[in-house]
């Protein structure tokens, strides 16, 4: 088949019943259903754009194995300008989302085409058929252009207990039986990002499993309406009904999170790529890299994200006339800087890539877990000064409505005007758009996702100097200035 249309993936989640709840209500019609049409719209689009003509050579590729043309998400680069063809993807879908939406299909497959070109892994650390079932798993998905959700994260019951020892066995997503047919999964998972609108889910674990844990150590995938996965969807953070002059990123751009429950679910067993096996579920990430390439979109995302913040902001400042102060240049300076910086570092990523053995070009780690690191900071900073430049203003703007009534048409076109040359009616929509991603609830969830899209932040940046220490044990410049020290010093003695 290749690539879909968006007509053609509004027509699969119309066609199919998983079982979403959200606030108290079971929803039977996703498609019909307020919240979830305008992002189902905007995936859509996502989906046009590998038939526009403009686009299409760009972010999608003719598969050598099947002559169909497929998303450059499935490419396994081999080289450079592999990784430059699928980043040029994640910036076409970035910038039609201005990097707001960070689970886009290109996200998850990145992470299959990942695991597929490691299939080594599957078979070492379990059975051959689990490699032969990844592999089969990426073309399905690849061949279909299936857009997927994952959960890979245990719920914050009890953090200071492993998996086993919660307060019931079953609360954490494990198996309780094995059968012919395959594995029989009970408990839950979060937080499945987009979950209701995908056509498939995939789960796995970050490391961290104990021994006692084999049952939860496991990873597969399954259809999202498959029989007893239920979707339970966070309260929204917007109803779907506000209109899009009045809250014109929040109304678009709302990526649902939910929980998935697994009521003893079937697994298939080819459908499985890791079973109850803790060394296998402790390796993943560090045997196979597959948070590398997917790290890669996240960059060029977040580079999206925070370019697009940052030109609010300057907009804003410029909007009434505030952007000749020096303080509020140098919080501008600070924001571009940024920017730039992450700029660099994907380019730098990109540039200094490393061949794995096997042939898969991988961006460099380094750069890449550098970005992880700054955003979560960078981010809620750039948040923070949008509101600090906007202050009150934010917060008197009236709605579209105000402007078409007859009475105040005049008031609004006289008193809410900019700097010379900024109309009343430019002016309050550009604090509109401010206010979506500096006061809503939708702007708060924007936040919270660059601080934890990708684990937890503290423990990140404590791995990272972890793994440069393990990659740097000597200090060779210290020994170079504590020698010539010393030599200098024998000099003078003999001098
Ligand atoms: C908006 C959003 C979207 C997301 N989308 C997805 C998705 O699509 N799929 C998915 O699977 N996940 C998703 N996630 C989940 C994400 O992976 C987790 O939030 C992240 O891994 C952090 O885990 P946690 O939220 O359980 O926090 P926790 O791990 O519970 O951490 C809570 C706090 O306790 C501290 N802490 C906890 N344990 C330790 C420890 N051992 N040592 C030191 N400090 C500790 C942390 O530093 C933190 O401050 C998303 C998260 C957000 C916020």
Known sequence: MGIRTGADYINAVKSRQPDVWIGGRKITNLYDEPIFRQPINEMARLFDLQHDPEFQDQ??????????????????????????????????????TFGLM??????????????????????????????????????YIRD????LTHAIVNPQNDRSRSSAQQAREDMHL???????????????????????????????????????????????????ETPGIKILCREETQNGERSTWDHPLASRF??????????????????????????????????????????????????TKIGFVTEVTCAVADAIGVDGFLNVQTQLSELIQGVETIRALVRTAEAEFELTPLGEARPNIVPLEVVRGILPTLYPKAVEILQTIGAGGLLMMPTGADFEHPELKEIMDKHY????????????????????????????????????YSGDPVRKLGMFYNVHKRNNPVYPLVEKALNDSLELSKDKVLN
């Open 59 to 96: 972010i999608t590729h003719i598969s050598e194995e099947t002559g169909e043309r497929v998303n450059n998400a499935y490419l396994n680069p081999q080289n450079g300008a592999d990784l430059q063809a699928r980043r040029r993807l994640f910036e076409v879908w970035a910038e039609a």
């Open 102 to 139: 960070g689970r886009t299909p290109d996200f998850l497959g990145t992470v299959v085409t990942a695991m597929a070109s490691n299939d080594w892994f599957f078979r070492e650390y379990g059975e051959d058929r689990f490699g032969d079932n990844i592999i089969n798993y990426y073309k």
């Open 144 to 147: 279909n252009d299936l857009f």
């Open 417 to 452: 005007g900019g700097r010379e040359g900024i109309s009343s009616e430019y002016r309050v929509r550009l604090f509109k758009l401010a206010w979506d991603l500096c006061g809503e609830a939708f702007g708060q969830r924007l936040v919270q996702y660059e601080r934890y």
């Open 254 to 303: 709302e990526e649902m999170d939910a929980l998935l429950v697994f009521e003893d679910v079937l697994v298939p067993w080819d459908r499985v790529f890791i079973n109850q096996n803790v060394e296998a579920g402790n390796l993943l990430y560090p045997k196979t890299g597959i948070n590398l390439q997917p790290s890669h979109q996240s960059a060029v995302r977040g580079l």
């Open 174 to 224: 494990g198996v309780v039986k094995e059968t012919e047919e395959g594995l029989i999964v009970r408990g839950s998972k979060m937080l499945a990002t987009l979950a209701p609108v995908t056509d498939e889910v995939l789960v796995y674990s970050y490391p961290g499993f104990k021994p006692g844990d084999e049952k939860y150590a496991i990873s597969f995938a399954l259809p999202i």
